[in-house]
């Protein structure tokens, strides 16, 4: 960010309320009556804020909530005073939604700071507007710079909510102090089947205190439960804060609906659940996370698809992938024939990740996993949650992977990183074909980092399969520490204009480096060292 967009940056923080209040305007009090002041509730209320997600080179998706039914209405300007603003009608926020709009901005100049502004028109009464509330974000961009972008998963999980005695989830301030191009969310955005209480006992005698609502009391179940996980988390003012200036790209994973769902789930034996139809969970759980995701929809043939691309000119393509939605049902995964029963990404899915990988013209092909690869994650004690499934050749979903990463050699990609969460701890994996079971694929790296605010375990077993090697891993010395310990994770990557070097650095909680690596690209299709780079 050059010196001129830090001065807009925080002159637009300044005027807007940002630095104070978490990105949410406060209501404006009325004149009732002479010497009396009240409440104006007759205007809706953004009490969620607004979220930006899936930035382009010449658009953006705007999320917002109104309090009741209303219009959407934006603006946006070059300009941190909106001297010169483009305003957009919105779609209508409705009940339907649960009151949630999205809009996606389009024609945006590329690589420039975009300053929004989002109000809500009330339905009752056409002059009745909510007070604005103000964010801002920066166009992919089409010529080279620098590029830094941060990645972490798993919110408000193990009952380790909102404690504002302990300032909140304040590693999203440590991530917002980033200034990041944007931030992958890598899954488990919510804990739908964790109820938060007001106390919780954790390390060393330690009481952590949550704020609590109705909603996150108990597991969600209805429709209105689960909605009621991504309000709670938007009820912290750095998560507010964060999603006003931080572009998203969202992925999820089990928790959105309830731990380690795939079709041989059954909650007849959880007293916790009276609905035990999963399938009526995983839907009410979708349209949850649709409605809450600042995303952008795929199209009419599949308008719940969350696997995508987002380009960052041609040093950066981000693979998003789903390894939930797609899944045959979680078994011992011993299967030695691919088939039905060992899906995993999906014979689809599968081959646009090939397309994607092979058409990619930039530097770095970053999937953005929702899952590790070679680490060990059980579903009881004999079925497999992951694609991992202990030492040995491939097998089962593990079949799938050994066709993706033939392709990749066979088709001779490079700069193939992956980045993913889960597991609650940070690591740094390298994937050695010399020390694996299964050869014919091209070495990479894998990042690791979680949660954001949430439990910390680990660390999990490793598989021998594809030959993952532990360069770095740091995790509790006791299962299910609270984030009073500080093993709260995110990962932040700085891609180099001039020489298209990849730094990868694992911080913690308060935002200090714990683990660096710099990753220099192999030349291939895409690589020209400092192709069109100025102002160095």
């Excluded at 205007?43 to 309090?67: F, K, N, T, Y």
């Excluded at 979903?397 to 597991?423: G, P, Q, S």
Aim: aromatic residues 10%; hydrophobic residues 35%.
């Amino acid at each position: 960010m050059s010196e001129q967009d830090k001065k807009s940056r925080r002159r637009f923080l300044q005027s807007s309320g940002l630095l104070l209040a978490g990105g949410v305007v406060a209501p404006r009090f009325a004149r009732s009556a002479p010497g009396i002041i009240t409440l104006d509730s007759a205007r809706p209320r953004l009490e969620q804020g607004i979220q930006i997600g899936d930035v382009q080179c010449h658009g953006a998706m705007i999320w917002s909530r109104s309090d009741r039914p209303a219009r959407m209405l934006v603006e946006y300007d070059l300009s941190p005073d909106f001297e010169r603003p483009v305003r957009m009608r919105g779609p209508y926020a409705l009940e339907t939604s649960d009151f949630t709009a999205r809009l996606d901005l389009r024609q945006l100049p590329s690589d420039r700071e975009i300053f929004v502004r989002v109000q809500f028109q009330d339905l009752s009464n056409d002059r009745i507007l909510s007070e604005p509330v103000t964010g801002r974000f920066v166009t992919a961009p089409r010529r080279r710079r620098d590029i830094r972008f941060l990645w972490s998963g798993d919110t408000a999980g193990q009952g380790w909510g909102i404690n504002p005695e302990f300032g909140g989830m304040k590693i999203y301030e440590a991530m917002r102090q980033e200034q990041p191009d944007f931030f992958i969310h890598c899954g488990d955005n919510i804990y739908a089947d964790g109820p938060i209480s007001e106390y919780q006992q954790a390390e060393n005698g330690q009481i952590w205190h949550n704020i609590v609502t109705e909603e996150v009391s108990k597991v969600a179940e209805t429709l209105g439960e689960f909605r009621g996980r991504y309000k709670y988390n938007m009820l912290d003012e750095n998560v507010r804060r964060f999603n006003a200036e931080v572009p998203q790209i969202w992925q999820w994973d089990d928790h959105e609906v309830v731990n380690n769902w795939s079709d041989s789930k059954d909650l007849s034996n959880d007293d916790r659940y009276t609905e035990k139809n999963v399938p009526t969970l995983i839907a009410r759980g979708a349209k949850a996370f649709m409605e809450y995701a600042p995303m952008r929809p795929h199209d009419s043939s599949e308008s719940e698809r969350v696997y995508r691309k987002i380009s960052y000119g041609d040093l950066l393509d981000v693979i998003v992938i789903d390894m939930r939605s797609y899944r045959a049902a979680n078994s011992a995964n011993d299967q030695t024939e691919q088939s039905a029963e060992t899906a995993f990404l999906g014979e689809e899915q599968l081959a646009w990740i090939k397309h994607q990988l092979a058409h990619s013209k930039a530097v770095w092909k970053v999937i953005a996993s929702d899952m590790p690869i070679g680490l060990v994650v059980r579903d009881g004690a004999e079925k497999f949650e992951n694609l991992a499934n202990g030492d040995g050749p491939a097998q089962g979903r593990e079949l799938e992977m050994v066709d993706l990463l033939r392709y990749i050699k066979r088709k001779h990609i490079k700069n193939v990183v992956w980045f993913t969460a889960d597991v609650h701890y940070c690591a740094a994996h390298f994937y050695d074909p010399n020390q694996a079971q299964f050869q014919d694929f091209l070495p990479f790296w894998e990042f690791v980092s979680g949660p954001l605010n949430a439990g910390s375990f680990g660390p999990n077993q490793l598989d021998n399969t594809f030959g993952p090697r532990v360069e770095f891993e740091l995790a509790p010395d006791t299962p299910n520490q609270s984030p009073f310990a500080g093993l709260q994770f995110y990962g932040q990557v700085d891609i180099d204009a001039y020489s298209a070097d990849m730094t990868v650095t694992l911080k913690d909680i308060d935002g200090k480096p714990v683990y660096s690596k710099t990753l220099e690209p192999e030349r291939g299709r895409g690589w020209h060292k400092g192709w069109e780079h100025k102002d160095r």
